[in-house]
């Protein structure tokens, strides 16, 4: 079992940063990727990225060059660096890691971005 939980959401304005972090705990050595996806208000979770063991991340396009994320060489914390934020970034933001088939999730972080 994997236990996840998210930081660091909140109020910002247009243009602004943000910084979420999520700590892993339990059975990390089965962690093979670890992301963040969101889930903005009567749309379908989406991915935002994801970095693996090795390091390779993906983004989607739509935060490309804005979004940044990372991992500690320990494994047990993802952050996610947020820039130039929007008001189409405003979602609940959901750490997520997968292991062995199986993806596990935290409980998510709201981000709110005003315009």
Do not use: H
Not at 18 to 40: D, E, H, K, N
Not at 62 to 85: A, H, P
């Amino acid at each position: 079992q994997v236990q996840l939980v998210e930081s660091g959401g909140g109020l910002v304005e247009a243009g602004g940063s943000l910084r979420l972090s999520c700590a892993a705990s339990g059975s990390i050595f089965r962690i093979t990727v670890l992301g963040w996806y969101r889930q903005a208000p009567g749309k379908q979770r989406e991915l935002v990225a994801t970095i693996t063991r090795g390091g390779n991340t993906n983004y989607t396009d739509s935060v490309k060059g804005r979004f940044t994320i990372s991992r500690d060489n320990d494994w047990n914390t993802v952050n996610l660096q947020m820039d130039s934020l929007n008001p189409e970034d405003t979602a609940d933001y959901y750490c997520n890691a997968y292991s062995y088939d199986t993806n596990y999730w935290g409980q998510g972080t709201q981000v709110t971005v005003s315009s």
